[in-house]
C-alpha cells in the first residue's frame, strides 16, 4: 500500500505561483512513477505531469508545458509541482498519484486531492 497526502492548494489570482506538495509513504517500491492530476468541474481527468523516482524522464501535458514544474525531495519523501502564471482555467481538484509505472491508463494510488481555484 502506498499512502498519499496532498497540500498547498488554495485560492489565488491569476499570475502568482502555487507549489503543491505530496508526502509519500508506505510501500514505495511499489510506485515507481509518481504523477499529478486534475479534475475541474464538469471535466474529464487530466495527467498533467509525471516523474519516475529519481527525477528521471520529467512528462508534462501539453497544456501546461512550461508552466507546470514537477520535482521530488526523496529526504523528505515528497513530490512537488511548482505550477507559475496561474490561470482560471487552472482552478481544479489535484491529485497526486503513484503507479508503477507511467501509464497512460489506470493508477493504482491516489490521495485524497487539494482544491486550486484561480480568480481572474
Known amino acids: 500500500q502506498v499512502v498519499l497526502e496532498e497540500s498547498g492548494g488554495g485560492s489565488v489570482e491569476a499570475g502568482r505561483s502555487l507549489r503543491l506538495s505530496c508526502k509519500f509513504s508506505?510501500?514505495?517500491?511499489?510506485?515507481?512513477?509518481m504523477g499529478w492530476f486534475r479534475q475541474a468541474p464538469g471535466k474529464e481527468r487530466e495527467r498533467v505531469a509525471a516523474?519516475?523516482?529519481?527525477?528521471?524522464?520529467?512528462q508534462y501535458a501539453d497544456s501546461v508545458k512550461g508552466r507546470f514544474t514537477i520535482s521530488q525531495d526523496n529526504t523528505k519523501s515528497t513530490l512537488y509541482l511548482q505550477i507559475t502564471s496561474l490561470k482560471p482555467e487552472d482552478t481544479a481538484m489535484y491529485y497526486c498519484?503513484?503507479?508503477?509505472?507511467?501509464?497512460?491508463?489506470?493508477?493504482?494510488?491516489w490521495g485524497q486531492g487539494t482544491q486550486v481555484t484561480v480568480s481572474s
Open positions: 498519484a503513484a503507479h508503477s509505472y507511467c501509464s497512460d491508463g489506470r493508477w493504482a494510488y
Open positions: 508506505g510501500d514505495i517500491n511499489r510506485a515507481n512513477c
Open positions: 516523474t519516475y523516482l529519481g527525477g528521471v524522464d520529467n
